[in-house]
Nanobody, 125 residues
Framework: QLQLVESGGGLVQPGGSLRLSCAAS????????IGWFRQAPGKEREGVSC????????NYADSVKGRFTISRDNAKNTVYLQMNILKPEETAVYYC??????????????????WGQGTQVTVSS
C-alpha cells in the first residue's frame, strides 16, 4: 500500500522553527517529485515548496523564501521541510504529496497523485 506520512508538526511560538518530515512506505521516492502544501481553516490550499526527484531543483512560494528549506534523503525515503522564523498566519495543516516525475517540480497541487494525511502546525504565543 502506497502511503505518505507527515510528522514533526506541533505548537511553536512566533519566530520559532519546526522540521516536518514526509516518509514514504510501500514505494520508493527516488523517482518522485515531492510537494509541501498547507491549508488553514477557511482558506485555499497553498503550495509551499517542492523538490524534484533528483533534489536538483527546488521551488518556494514567495512568502516562505529565505525561511523554509526543502530537502530529501532518498536513502531514508524521506523528504523534509525546515521551517524557520514561523509566523502566526502560517498556522495550518501541512501536507506532503508525491508525483512520479523526473523534471522540474511544480507547486501546482493538481499534478500530485499521492497525499499524506497532514500534520498540524500551530504558531502562537
Amino acid at each position: 500500500q502506497l502511503q505518505l506520512v507527515e510528522s514533526g508538526g506541533g505548537l511553536v511560538q512566533p519566530g520559532g522553527s519546526l522540521r516536518l518530515s514526509c516518509a514514504a512506505s510501500g514505494f520508493t521516492l527516488d523517482y518522485y517529485a515531492i510537494g509541501w502544501f498547507r491549508q488553514a481553516p477557511g482558506k485555499e490550499r497553498e503550495g509551499v515548496s517542492c523538490i524534484s526527484s533528483s533534489g536538483r531543483f527546488t521551488n518556494y512560494a514567495d512568502s516562505v523564501k529565505g525561511r523554509f528549506t526543502i530537502s530529501r534523503d532518498n536513502a531514508k525515503n524521506t523528504v523534509y521541510l525546515q521551517m524557520n522564523i514561523l509566523k502566526p498566519e502560517e498556522t495550518a495543516v501541512y501536507y506532503c504529496a508525491a508525483v512520479q516525475w523526473s523534471g522540474v517540480c511544480s507547486r501546482f497541487a493538481g499534478i500530485y497523485k499521492f497525499w499524506g494525511q497532514g500534520t498540524q502546525v500551530t504558531v502562537s504565543s
